[in-house]
Nanobody, 121 residues
Framework: QVQLVESGGGLVQAGGSLRLSCAAS????????MGWFRQAPGKEREFVAA????????TYANSVNGRFTISRDNTLKTVTLQMNSLKPEDTAVYYC??????????????WGQGTQVTVSS
């Protein structure tokens, strides 16, 4: 099973950009579907984006589609979330997640510790 560590969060002004990274340990990273989720204060955790094993399949939440881009590097065992045109409502703790099913949506079973993203207006 992989272990996940996120980095790259911080404080940014509205309209700015941030790049989140998730580093995975374990030999079978390329067999995991990877995803990003977020949880704002007082709200449920919500899906942001996911990417398939090879990186050729991706899906996004409507709220971030066209602004965020998920990518992965199976050699480096990393998954990245490039976030552009950030809005105050993007403020949340962002979590990297993994699962061995090829289905991009649904339940993810492995989670990182999270990284805070704060967007000021």
């Amino acid at each position: 099973q992989v272990q996940l560590v996120e980095s790259g969060g911080g404080l940014v002004q509205a309209g700015g950009s941030l790049r989140l990274s998730c580093a995975a340990s374990g030999r079978t990273f390329s067999s995991y579907t990877m995803g990003w989720f977020r949880q704002a204060p007082g709200k449920e955790r919500e899906f942001v984006a996911a990417i398939g094993w090879s990186g050729s399949s991706t899906t996004y939440a409507n709220s971030v589609n066209g602004r965020f881009t998920i990518s992965r590097d199976n050699t480096l065992k990393t998954v990245t979330l490039q976030m552009n045109s950030l809005k105050p409502e993007d403020t949340a703790v962002y979590y990297c997640a993994a699962k061995q099913s090829p289905v991009l949506t649904g339940v993810f079973g492995v989670w990182g510790q999270g990284t805070q993203v704060t967007v000021s207006s």
